[in-house]
């Protein structure tokens, strides 16, 4: 065997190494070994490819040994509240490094009077994919980590703007296709670039876990279309895998808020319907910690439902030790995890695997909705759209269809908040109005630990 | 060649969209920094492109994308892999 035949070989086993570990990584129990097995197939085609004949490789050793060290710093260092932005960041950097492989092929081909319609096209992909999801990631990075506000930015003309933007780069790109001209590709790079802060700037906090599972789609159809401008199959294979599966997640994700892909991109909150709900009447009934003591106490079964605002009090570790304590009182617990809570997909459960909370007691929404009407006591953590009822019973809501969990069916509701304040969404909850609901104001953390040191009392 | 290429590309396509049709919620996160650190592939074309023998240009291009995909690739593994450990079944403990 010659060696692009051993070459060619080596990528065929890494590309069967990451179908395993993706298809792993969709189940629990073989999730971290289906993670090891694609790291493997990475190193795989990472050696494979250092085989090549006829390379200089100072720079190639230089830039592994310089991103490898930046690369585990940042992973041993980062905070599990901080995932979200940490994922956003490393997503950005592999749309960036997708850009610049697609442009260094069309830099080496210089001498060269034209690249070729087909590669010239493929390079145009890769620039404008890889440029949306470096800016795009960044924004989202910046909103992520509270750098920049998070909520959406919206200005007179964006729509027409961005439409003028994107028709600019089809024309550009249809130039550079069949010329080749350099002028082009800068102003590509530049309006792809420019794409992704428009794109993702209009985008609100709580439709995070959307943008980032898009984004993540896009850093592989980046990858993939990087391997068309250098004809390489193991980048194609992987990036599509990559691109097909952040797609599914995706779409998990606007499923779990009732709305399309067009509508969480295009659409801004509310806006597309003209619903605004109906206006709620009645009181909001606060309780103290001492109130939600005695309840718990005598409490049967608690199902704790988690939101953003339990990452930002940073509760988690409280809120595992009070359902330790609620256990060893004899109370069956349960967390209820809205599949759109947090951030990121899957927020909720990082953070609270974190503070060591088996997955037993993780239930998603559909596995608790049915039992509900069972439970005693449901304490929302700084939830709120994900539990408005108006998701259910007011057909003028604007979240109306929404599947939420149904935490009014429980006895008792006790909500903790910070203030009197509405949601991301901006609407009033109803839930906070009925009758089997109590309001704690204040500091998620410092309620948690309040209610611990009623219990050890 | 294209063809060739696009067959490639549609086959990984569907495959794709085959495997993780139903993901447990919990899995959300690690298999979405998991597979983010797969995009990282493209480190192979940037490795391609650093090790050039000519074309400054080129090459200083590719070395920056091997700095960040390096970062992708490493980074990303080593972070999911330690999201991963965290999660635990409640036998383990016993």
């Known amino acids: ?457 | 060649m294209l063809v060739l290429l696009l067959f490639i590309f549609v086959l990984a396509a569907f495959l794709g969209f085959e495997l993780i049709q139903k993901v447990p919620s919990q899995l959300h996160t690690p298999l979405m920094s998991g597979s983010n650190a797969i995009s990282g592939i493209t480190i192979v074309g940037a490795i391609i492109a650093s090790g050039a023998i000519e074309g400054k240009m080129g090459i200083i291009l590719g070395f920056i994308a091997l700095i960040l995909a390096t970062i992708n690739v490493v980074g990303g593994y080593m972070v999911t892999d330690r999201m991963l450990a965290m999660f635990h079944s409640k036998k383990d403990d016993k």
């Open chain 1, 1 to 457: 065997m010659d060696l692009d035949s051993l070459i060619n070989f080596a990528y065929i086993v890494a590309s069967i190494l990451f179908i395993f570990g993706i298809k792993m990584l969709g189940s629990a129990d073989t999730a971290r070994k289906g993670n090891q097995i694609s790291s493997i197939g990475m190193l795989i085609a990472v050696v494979a490819v250092l085989l090549t004949k006829g390379m200089d490789y100072t720079w190639i050793v230089a830039g592994l040994v310089i991103g490898s060290t930046i690369g585990a710093i940042a992973a041993k260092r980062v905070q599990m509240t901080g995932m979200p932005e940490l994922v956003a960041l490393f997503n950005g950097f592999g749309g960036l490094a997708s850009l610049l492989v697609g442009w260094a092929e069309f830099a080496a081909h210089t001498d060269d009077s034209h690249i070729g319609i087909e590669t010239g096209a493929a390079v145009v992909l890769t620039i404008l994919i890889g440029g949306i999801t470096f800016t795009g990631s960044i924004i989202a990075y910046l909103k992520l980590s509270g750098k920049m506000s998070g909520n959406a930015i919206n200005f007179g003309g964006q729509k027409a703007l961005n439409i003028l933007i994107a028709v600019a780069i089809v024309v550009l790109g249809g130039i550079f296709a069949t010329t080749g001209a350099t002028w082009a590709l800068y102003a590509l790079i530049g309006l792809s670039l420019l794409l992704g802060i428009m794109a993702v700037i209009p985008i609100g906090g709580g439709d995070m876990p959307v943008v980032i599972a898009i984004l993540n789609s896009f850093s592989g159809l980046a990858a993939s279309a990087a391997g068309f401008v250098i004809a390489n199959n193991v980048l194609i294979v992987a990036g599509c895998l990559v691109g097909a599966s952040g797609l599914i997640l995706s779409i998990i994700m606007c499923k779990a808020m009732n709305r399309t892909l067009g509508n969480v991109l295009f659409g801004n909150f509310g806006a597309a319907t003209g619903k605004t709900g109906k206006v709620v009447e009645g009181e909001m009934k606060p309780a103290s910690v001492e109130d939600a003591y005695y309840v718990l106490e005598a409490a049967q079964s608690v199902v704790f439902v988690p939101g953003y605002g339990m990452a930002v009090a940073q509760a988690q570790h409280a809120v595992k030790e009070l359902a330790k304590i609620l256990e060893d009182n004899g109370a069956e617990v349960l967390f209820a995890i809205h599949p759109v809570a947090g951030r990121m997909p899957g927020h909720m459960n990082v953070l609270l695997a974190e503070a060591d909370v088996p997955y037993e007691q993780l239930a998603e929404m559909d596995d608790v909705n049915p039992i509900m009407n069972t439970v005693d006591v449901a304490i929302v953590i700084g939830a709120n759209d994900v539990v408005n009822p108006a998701a259910v019973d007011d057909e003028s809501s604007p979240i109306y269809g929404m599947p939420i969990i149904k935490v009014y069916e429980a006895n008792t509701v006790y909500v903790l908040k910070r203030g009197q304040g509405a949601g991301f969404s901006g609407l009033v909850n109803s839930l906070f109005f009925r009758e089997n609901t109590r309001m704690i104001y204040g500091d998620a953390k410092e309620t948690i630990t309040g209610l611990v040191t009623q219990f050890k009392d």
